[in-house]
């Protein structure tokens, strides 16, 4: 046979590739986390595996971010992204390439995929004429908007009017929905799937998916549209690209794209639609039967999970409730990551807690594989001087059949489960199974047995216990490798095997082999917490990351002095403290917030130029320096009596000045 026949089956897994707005919190580690076990799973199954993660460095998100801290979004990119790099060592993740948006390669590729699908017709240009979800950053169609109108979301909404490129996605709905049809695994779980072709298709109806826009002009920190530089390529189109831009050669398509439940529309409906424009041939007819050769280039399946809440509330950042994988990790990599896999069944929200983190590492690590492996190879040592012995022409009982038959049943129900993701499923199996196995060894009673030396019965009932738990403890350091590690190499090396657990295949695995050798000193794999004590510990931590990161210096780029003035000119500025009592956005107007503000004296409708660097909520309440004397002037159409005073240079956002808490309104500022 040529070597052709002994290519092994390839597993390509992504993660999303993560904003460089803010540090990881614990959402994207979990993510990360489960990708990484399926990478180790699917190399301990033989297969060739290319796992790809990294990071989405355009787009506003970061634009504003980075003027907000009054940096370039390239300097935020470069410092945030390192972030990422180390929290994925930290947590031994075994990526094989981390991709990013910024990098050159990258940028080619989006630029001349969106050359190719320009020359095919795919995309065209047109102007947009409707409604602009401000906060989503998207085009709104009528339904949409009635939505968040019943939403009560209706401000975010403006007419806008621009030129933009458009993908012509309501073209690939045929397609689309013969995908879903005849690939049932293509999104999971499948509620989830569900939610997508409802979302294509509401009811079946079918003409629902408008094209799409895919460039921006009112963003500059983007990829450019080639040959039309004024727009840049839309955040998605970029962004999605990356698992085609930084992809193996052998690996096309992917097994297996990871993404959250708010991200699954992006890569469900826009994705395959891209790929499928990509990857036909010009003759394809879209009305017709989508070609397997096109299908085949498309992912195996996108597998959906949902959010990590605090109470009911998804962690994010303004409410300040975010919590960071730092704190997990301070009870050890293993812990996190077994926590995570564990208490989140994919495709659920499931809400954290400090209290429920503890239980489960006392309750599985300490108490339970902890204390089976040291109780196990203590006995193993104590009655027969560490050598582990064989159930060769031992007799059996009722006890001892069960035992060995939930040992041979085991590996397959766990790779079952594992097999279809079910990582929540496969781990309370196997605990089922440990637990199973501390019951053996109450109801046995070995320590009770081995003062009966003489009785042979009892010396074989020591034997077939030991020999039984052993194969057990062995079978789980296997089993749980791919999600602890550190844990299974200790557990794999206290039994007295050799060589690297990892580096075992399932399929040649013999759960009833003979051991090699005697086991060693049991190696504590878990210390039991003390929740009390581990929780001033964490809210240490928490208090020392408090303080904002730290803030990389541009430099300062402010228009040069005025000319002198006299004093008496200076004079004539009133300057007053003002009380913000409301805001709200002036509709259509990127830059401009309506506000009406206490003076002490009377209260006034004041313009201010602040919105991209305040959201209006936060502005009331807030104290200000306001030009009380300046003329009155209309702006879109409202007039505006007097001026916010602001520090800034060239490329900051705009801070208000503040006065202080007890600064009446009214007061002069001079
Ligand atoms: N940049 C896009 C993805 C582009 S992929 C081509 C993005 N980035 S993100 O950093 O905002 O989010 C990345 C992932 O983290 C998403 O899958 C999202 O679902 C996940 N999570 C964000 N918060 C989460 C929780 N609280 N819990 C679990 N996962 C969550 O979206």
Not at 444 to 450: G, M, V
Request: hydrophobic content about 40%.
């Amino acid at each position: 046979m040529g070597p052709e026949y002994l290519v092994s089956k390839r597993f390509y897994v992504t993660t999303p590739i993560y904003y460089v707005n803010d540090k990881p919190h614990i959402g994207h580690a979990y993510t990360t986390v489960l990708a990484d076990v399926l990478a180790r799973h699917h190399r301990m199954m033989g297969e060739e595996v290319y796992f790809l993660t990294g990071t989405d460095e355009h787009g506003q998100k970061i634009e504003k971010a980075a003027a907000a801290r009054g940096i370039t979004p390239q300097q935020m990119a470069d410092e945030v992204q390192p972030n990422f790099e180390k929290l994925w060592q930290r947590m031994d993740i075994t990526h094989d390439h981390f991709v990013r948006t910024t990098h050159a390669q990258h940028k080619a590729v989006i630029q001349e995929r969106f050359q190719q699908l320009l020359a095919t017709g795919d995309i065209y240009k047109a102007t947009y004429k409707g409604l602009y979800s401000v906060s989503d950053e998207a085009y709104v169609t009528e339904i949409q908007a009635k939505e968040l109108q019943a939403q009560g979301l209706a401000h975010q909404l403006v007419e806008l009017e621009e030129e933009s490129y458009f993908f012509r996605l309501a073209s690939y709905e045929n397609w689309l929905l013969q995908l879903y049809e005849r690939c049932p695994d293509f999104v999971q779980p499948d509620f989830r799937f569900n939610e997508v072709k409802q979302f294509v298709a509401p009811d079946g109806q079918r003409g629902n998916l408008q094209d799409l826009s895919i460039s921006r002009t009112t963003i500059t920190w983007g990829i450019p549209v080639p040959g039309d530089e004024r727009h840049v390529v839309y955040v998605w189109f970029d962004a999605l690209l990356n698992y085609l831009s930084a992809c193996r050669e052998g690996f096309w398509p992917a097994t297996v794209h990871l993404v959250g439940k708010d991200i699954l529309r992006f890569h469900s409906v826009y994705w395959p639609a891209f790929l499928m424009a990509m990857f036909r041939k010009p003759e394809d007819d879209l009305n017709g039967e989508l070609p397997q050769r096109v299908i085949d280039q498309l992912p195996r399946s996108i597998l959906a999970h949902g959010w990590w809440l605090m109470g009911e509330d998804k962690m994010s950042k303004s409410k300040g409730n975010i919590v960071r994988p730092e704190e997990l990790l301070h009870f050890g990599n293993d812990a996190a990551r077994f926590f995570l896999l564990r208490d989140m069944q994919i495709g659920y929200d499931r809400a954290f807690s400090f209290e429920a983190f503890m239980d489960r590492l006392n309750a599985d690590l300490a108490n339970g594989l902890g204390n089976l492996a040291s109780r196990s190879i203590s006995m193993l040592q104590r009655y027969r001087g560490g050598v582990v012995p064989t159930l060769e022409g031992k007799g059996l009982d009722d006890d001892d059949r069960f035992h060995g038959e939930a040992l041979k049943a085991l590996p397959g129900k766990y790779l079952a489960f594992a097999e279809t993701h079910q990582f929540t499923k496969a781990l309370g199996e196997l605990w089922d199974y440990l637990r199973g196995l501390d019951g053996y060894i109450v109801k046995a009673e070995p320590w009770k047995l081995d003062k009966l030396r003489d009785d042979p019965r009892a010396v074989e009932k020591i034997d077939v216990v030991l020999c039984q738990l052993y194969r057990g403890l062995r079978v789980t350091a296997l089993l749980v490798a791919p999600v602890m590690p550190e844990l299974a190499q200790l557990l794999w090396e206290s039994l007295g095997l050799p060589g690297l657990v990892a580096e075992q295949r399932f399929a040649d695995f013999d759960v009833l082999a003979p051991a090699p050798g005697p086991v060693s000193d049991p190696k504590p794999l878990f210390a039991r917490i003390d929740k009390d004590v581990a929780m001033t510990e964490i809210d240490a931590i928490r208090a020392a990351a408090a303080p904002p990161a730290s803030v990389v210096e541009a430099p300062l780029d402010a228009p040069p002095v005025k000319e002198n003035i006299d004093y008496d000119t200076f004079a004539k500025t009133d300057l007053r403290v003002g009380l913000i009592l409301e805001a709200e956005e002036v509709p259509k107007s990127k830059k401009l917030v309506k506000m009406k503000v206490d003076l002490g004296f009377e209260q006034r409708t004041i313009l201010g130029g602040i919105k991209e660097a305040y959201a209006p909520a936060d502005l009331v309440g807030r104290r200000v320096v306001v030009v009380a004397n300046l003329a009155p002037r209309a702006m879109m159409g409202v007039e505006s009596h007097g001026m916010l005073l602001c520090a800034s240079d060239n490329n900051s956002k705009p801070y208000l000045i503040a006065p202080p808490e007890d600064a009446k309104p009214g007061f002069v500022v001079r």
